[in-house]
C-alpha cells in the first residue's frame, strides 16, 4: 500500500475526529496508554538489557521502527526494506513445528510493503531472521506464521542460508539449548554504506548477517555471550568457529549499540572478548548442514 493510498483510508477518519473533538481525545489518551504499554513493559519484556540503538552509520541514516510479534521482536528499516536487528529467547521446546506455509505474506505495518514476489528471480533466498523450526518449537503455530512475514525476510545466498547459516540455527535451537538453559539472540543483516539492491526491487542486499547470543549472569555464574559474523559467500562447510567474533566488531559494522543498558565495565568486558569454549561451539562445529 502505498502512503497516497493509506492517507485516502485515514482521511474519512481525520474528517470524523475533527468534528467530534471528544473522539479526538479519546483517540490521543488510547494511543498514550499504547505506547507507554509498549516502550516500558512489552518491548523489555522481550529484549535483553535494552534494544539495540542506532549510533552510527548505516543503521542511524535508515528510517527504522520497532515491530514486535509472538516470540520475537524486530528493528524494521523502511529505508533499506530489511530487519537492522531481530532479538528473541530461546527457551525449552514446548511445541511440534508446524508445516511451512506456502508462501510469504507482506506485512502491513511496514510503508515498504515488501512483497514474496520481490524476490522471485533475484538469484536469493528469503533468508529468516527469527528462525521458522526455533520460533514454532517454542512460541507455538501463530508465532511460527509470523516468521514468514516479509519483515522477518532479507536476502541471503542460498549457499549461505541453506548451508552454514542453517547449521548455526539448528545447533542454537537443539544443543545450546539443551548445554546452556534459557538465552537471547540478537541477530541481523550488515551493510555496507551504498548497498546494492534486488533487481527490479528496492529491498538492499546486505555484505554479511551477525548473530549475537547471550546467556545471562546469575549469582553463580558470570554472563557470557558469543557472537558471530557469516559473509554472504561463507563456504557451507567451514567450522562455525571461523565466523566467530566479538560484539564490539558487530557494532562497528552495523552501527547498532547492543546491550547498553548493562554496566559499562561488564558491557566492556563482554563485548570485547570472543570465548567460544564457553558455550562448547567445538563439539558441533563442523556438524553437516541438514540440506
Known sequence: MSTRQLLHLLRPLTRALVKHPKYLLITLLAGALWYGYEVSIARPAMSYMGLPQATSQPANHSWSHVLRNQGFMLGYSEKLANPLWVTYKVGEKRY??????????????????????????????????????????????????????MTNITPQKPTL?????????????????????????VTGPIFSTQPKTLK?????????????????????????????????????NASLLNFVTTIDEVEQRTG????????????????????????????????????
Do not use: C
Open 256 to 291: 547498532l549499540d547492543f546491550f547498553h543498558q548493562l554496566q559499562d565495565d561488564l558491557e566492556n568486558r563482554i563485548e570485547g572478548s570472543a570465548t567460544p569454549e564457553a558455550w562448547r561451539l567445538e563439539e558441533v562445529a563442523q556438524r553437516p548442514s541438514r540440506y
Open 161 to 185: 542460508n541453506q548451508k552454514s547459516w542453517q547449521r548455526l540455527e539448528e545447533v542454537i535451537a537443539d544443543d545450546f539449548s539443551q548445554w546452556h538453559g534459557e538465552f537471547w539472540v
Open 96 to 149: 511440534a513445528s508446524g508445516k511451512r506455509p506456502s508462501g510469504f505474506s507482506a506485512d502491513w505495518r511496514s510503508l515498504s510493503h515488501i512483497r514474496h514476489e520481490d524476490y522471485t528471480g533475484s538469484g536469493y533466498d528469503r533468508g529468516h531472521m527469527a528462525p521458522n523450526y526455533l520460533i514454532a518449537s517454542r512460541y507455538g503455530r501463530s508465532a511460527q506464521l509470523e516468521t514468514f512475514l
Open 200 to 236: 527490479n526491487s528496492r529491498v538492499a542486499i546486505p555484505d554479511a548477517f551477525y548473530k549475537i547470543l547471550m546467556k545471562p549472569g546469575s549469582s553463580d555464574h558470570p554472563p557470557k555471550a558469543l557472537a558471530f559474523i557469516f559473509p554472504q559467500n561463507a563456504k557451507p
